[in-house]
């Protein structure tokens, strides 16, 4: 236990576009972790209205969704799963909580079973593997539109400030990832 509070059991992924916080989803997964992924709630959506899956689409949806239901909308969405996941899981990842709107629904939900991480790297870094990720790329002009949309609208900022921890992403993968298994080790943290 940490400081007298109970133990983790949700651990959430936080950082801008770029940063590797999916790769540490993705790595945290394959040791066993179970993944959940905010970003999917809007790829579904997007299905289910029959539109094509592009960058513009889902960011048409997640406006709509958070005009529709707020701007916690889609931490709304998620947090039965997230409840029934943590029926049948020791411990849970959450990839991708997003606005400060939703940090503070999950965070008055969960309490302090959940610690925050946030995954920080250079802009110009962000920026370069952002422009040569195999999957939707982005230019680094659509980067940058990017950050300001999510800073400025969606609150990003928000869960990446006040997390509980922050790894810095500035050198290689496999970096990244040893600071990760160091963190989810020192947490106590099982599968």
């Given at each position: ?154 609150e990003k900022g928000g ?33």
């Amino acid at each position: 236990m940490q400081n007298g509070h109970q133990k983790p059991r949700a651990l959430a992924l936080v950082g801008m576009t770029g940063s590797g916080k999916s790769l540490c989803a993705q790595h945290l997964e394959q040791r066993g972790y179970y993944k959940y992924r905010f970003g999917q709630i809007v790829v579904d959506e997007v299905k289910r209205r029959g539109m094509p899956l592009t960058p513009a689409n889902e960011r048409l949806v997640r406006e709509d969704l958070r005009a529709q239901d707020g701007i916690n909308a889609i931490a709304k969405r998620a947090l039965p799963v997230l409840q029934q996941a943590l029926n049948e899981h020791s411990t849970i990842i959450i990839d991708g909580l997003y606005g400060f709107g939703e940090y503070k629904l999950l965070k008055a939900s969960l309490g302090e079973t959940m610690v925050v991480v946030a995954v920080a790297a250079p802009r110009a870094l962000r920026y370069d593997r952002l422009a040569k990720r195999p999957e939707r790329p982005l230019t680094p002009e659509q980067a940058q539109e990017r950050d300001y949309r999510e800073i400025e609208y969606l609150e990003k900022g928000g869960p990446i400030a006040i997390a509980d921890y922050t790894l810095l992403n500035d050198q290689n993968s496999q970096a990244l990832l040893n600071q990760l298994d160091k963190l989810v080790d020192s947490l106590e943290l099982v599968p």
